[in-house]
């Protein structure tokens, strides 16, 4: 398993940007794929983006949201544009051995999870 730390949640006024970073312990890191899900209050973890070979978007992100990874240093990021009041949520960092396709957007697909950090919009 690989052990995750999310960082860069906060409070942003409607419009705005925020970029979470999730660093990665393990020397495999580059072969797993990396997904962020979000879980507001009194809803379901939905998924927002992942990263393999391609990447993958939930439809209300599209447009809006970049995933991105640095093997290297470990890390994944998701640079989020034009924040709205409903992306508020607490936002998790995840991992998995390996997706492609439909498995990428499952979230029981994935083993590891980071703590999670809260992101709120306000309008």
């Known amino acids: 398993q690989v052990q995750l730390v999310e960082s860069g949640g906060g409070l942003v006024q409607a419009g705005g940007p925020l970029r979470l970073s999730c660093a990665a312990s393990g020397r495999t890191f580059s072969s797993y794929a990396m997904g962020w899900f979000r879980q507001a209050p009194g809803k379901e973890r939905e998924f927002v983006a992942a990263i393999s070979w391609s990447t993958y978007y939930a439809d209300s992100v599209k447009g809006r949201f970049t995933i991105s990874r640095d093997n290297a240093k470990n890390t994944v990021s998701l640079q989020m544009n034009s924040l709205k009041p409903e992306d508020t949520a607490v936002y998790y960092c995840?991992?998995?051995?390996?997706?492609?396709?439909?498995?990428?957007?499952?979230?029981?697909?994935?083993?590891?999870w980071g703590q999670g950090t809260q992101v709120t919009v306000s309008s």
């Open positions: 995840a991992a998995a051995i390996y997706c492609s396709g439909s498995r990428c957007y499952d979230v029981s697909h994935y083993g590891s």
